[in-house]
């Protein structure tokens, strides 16, 4: 079982000791590395493992996967309507370290770095005087806030990536929240199936399957990042009974053609992996050029629908700024309604009438018992 892994690459912490920091060697020309280094680090840092940089097309500037990892000068436009922190998430930090914007459910901020920086990162600014991590006075301050909210019944732990922690740390943080009567579900967010597949290790995954109910959360962006590691990863989870849903990012160039769309999602029901969420990117400030169009965001539930099952099919949803919550986004197939009937939209764009149920007579009342 714990056999030493037969090539240095197979080693999670060596994948992570040797992450790729310097653009130029990914391939990016001197002079774009250049213009970002005299950005004066307005950009967010590389970061990428070299088992992620194996999957980039070399030579190919439009590669999906390294639009999502290469740091762009487009970063330091700066636009009106994109700013800091868009969800406001240190607003809604009730101590540093725990996030919380529904009455059910809280996230925990358990670690600062991942494997890979993705360029669409919603916590870009973690360690940045902005959000932190829990320390471990932190962490005992979280637990005691838990503790007293019982309405708390959803428990996610994120970060950065939780996963850059070892086994040890991570069981220690889930025995401890496991250990509140009132928490119903843990939920790991993670993209280490993604970007460091090795790190799901089958240790790992019986860790986790100890203290379920547990869902792990991942984010597969593009069909390429579906490699038979990311597949033997995501099946060690799903073996041991642990759900794994898939929180991907619509991206400008990456995953906004309604075909590479239903390609990922077919990928995924393949892997056991049920599509959760197609979030439109965030509204931070340097991720101008990645956005896509609400119409291009509906064009492809439209495409989805109809080509794959219900169960491979993500919601679309936005999340807010101003941290009011995510919210759905559907195509819409309610044409008119009236009290007796509604006019629907069939998938082939034919109108149909759907009665509606007759309303119930006084009879019906009486035998209910509602009335003497
Ligand atoms: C996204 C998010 C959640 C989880 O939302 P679900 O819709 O339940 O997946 C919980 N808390 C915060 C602060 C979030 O941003």
């Given at each position: 079982m714990n056999r030493a892994p037969t090539k240095r690459q197979d080693d999670w912490r060596w994948q992570l000791a040797h992450r790729i920091c310097d653009p130029t060697a990914l391939g990016m020309a001197p002079h774009r590395a250049c213009a970002l280094s005299e950005s004066g680090g307005a950009v967010f840092p590389m970061a990428v493992t070299p088992y992620y940089a194996s999957l980039l097309q070399p030579g190919?500037?439009?590669d999906p996967l390294r639009i999502m990892c290469l740091p762009d000068p487009k970063e330091t436009r700066r636009c009106e309507h994109l700013r800091f922190d868009p969800i406001d998430e240190l607003r809604h930090s009730p101590i540093p370290g725990l996030v919380r914007r529904y009455p059910d459910r809280a996230v925990l901020l358990v670690s600062t770095s991942c494997p890979v920086n993705c360029r669409?990162?919603?916590?870009?600014?973690?360690?940045?005087?902005?959000l932190t991590a829990l320390t471990p006075e932190g962490f005992q301050s979280a637990l005691e806030y838990l503790t007293e909210r019982p309405e708390i019944r959803d428990v996610i732990l994120s970060g950065g990536d939780p996963l850059t922690l070892e086994d040890r740390a991570l069981e220690s943080m889930l025995r401890a929240v496991r250990k509140i009567p009132s928490v119903d579900i843990v939920r790991v967010g993670t993209r280490a199936p993604v970007t460091?597949?090795?790190?799901?290790t089958t240790e790992l995954a019986n860790m986790l399957a100890r203290h379920g109910p547990l869902y792990v959360n991942t984010q597969f962006n593009?069909?390429?990042?579906?490699t038979g590691q990311a597949a033997d990863a995501v099946a060690r989870l799903v073996d041991r009974g642990i759900v794994v849903s898939n929180q991907a990012v619509l991206l400008r160039g990456v995953n906004d053609r309604p075909e590479t769309m239903l390609e990922l999602c077919r990928g995924l029901l393949r892997a056991r992996v049920r599509p959760y969420y197609l979030f439109l990117?965030?509204?931070?400030?340097?991720l101008e050029h990645l956005r896509t169009r609400v119409d291009e965001g509906l064009a492809i539930m439209e495409h989805l629908r109809g080509r794959i099952s219900g169960m491979g099919i993500p919601q679309l949803v936005a999340d807010l700024p101003g941290g009011i919550g995510k919210v759905p986004i559907s195509p819409n197939h309610i044409v008119a309604r009236y009290p007796d009937r509604t006019v629907l939209r069939a998938l082939d764009g034919r109108e149909v009438t759907y009665p509606e149920p007759e309303p119930a007579r006084r009879k019906d009342r009486a035998i209910s018992g509602s009335t003497p």
């Open positions: 190919d500037p439009d669409h990162c919603t916590r870009r600014s973690m360690g940045k005087g902005h460091l597949p090795m790190r799901v593009h069909p390429r990042e579906l990117c965030d509204l931070w400030e340097g």
